[in-house]
């Protein structure tokens, strides 16, 4: 998937049929941490439609999220057994709110427009891959299955080895 654009697109259509989703994205996708929140700036006169509230500090891309996290977030995860043993790497799940131009428009949409939206992007829970002897995170997933959600289920529909072979005794430790 080239960037978050398409894959928010593809997301907006998954959410508008009442679907949950994992989708690939890239490393540098912009994202707010999960609790971050809007605060509307002070109206200036009574001219002129209210200013929406805005995310003060900047996002920051995924890969900065989950560096931030630390690896003591990582849990290790064994989704098959393959030819030459268990599948198995570690993953963090955290809450976030995609940011930028497509992800503010989609939000804006299932609102009902400018008018009705409040200014708070949407959660959603980001999966990303840090395997073991690599300097940084390697994969990212973003899903609209809630972050408390198990990592097995979500990890195991959108590892790009997942697909090939049934499920073996997975364990998440």
């Not at 959660?123 to 891959?129: F, Y």
């Not at 097995?152 to 073996?168: D, G, V, Y």
Request: with cysteine; charged share 25%; proline share 10%.
């Amino acid at each position: 998937m080239a960037g978050r654009g398409s894959a928010a697109r593809r997301a907006n259509a998954l959410v508008s049929r009442g679907l949950d989703y994992v989708v690939a994205v890239r490393g540098d996708t912009s994202a707010h941490p999960g609790e971050a929140v809007p605060t509307a700036p002070e109206r200036e006169g009574r001219m002129g439609a209210p200013r929406l509230p805005r995310y003060r500090e900047p996002a920051c891309s995924l890969k900065d999220l989950v560096t931030n996290a630390g690896r003591r977030r990582l849990r290790r995860c064994t989704w098959r057994q393959g030819s030459k043993g268990a599948m198995t790497s570690r993953f963090i799940v955290l809450e976030v709110r995609p940011a930028g131009v497509a992800a503010t428009k989609a939000a804006r949409d299932r609102a009902g427009g400018r008018g009705e939206w409040d200014g708070v992007l949407p959660a959603e829970t980001l999966i990303a891959e840090w395997p073991p002897h690599q300097d940084e995170p390697t994969d990212y997933w973003l899903t609209s299955l809630p972050a408390d959600t198990a990592p097995l289920p979500p990890t195991r529909q959108c590892h790009p080895h997942s697909t090939t072979e049934p499920l073996a005794d997975a364990t998440a430790d």
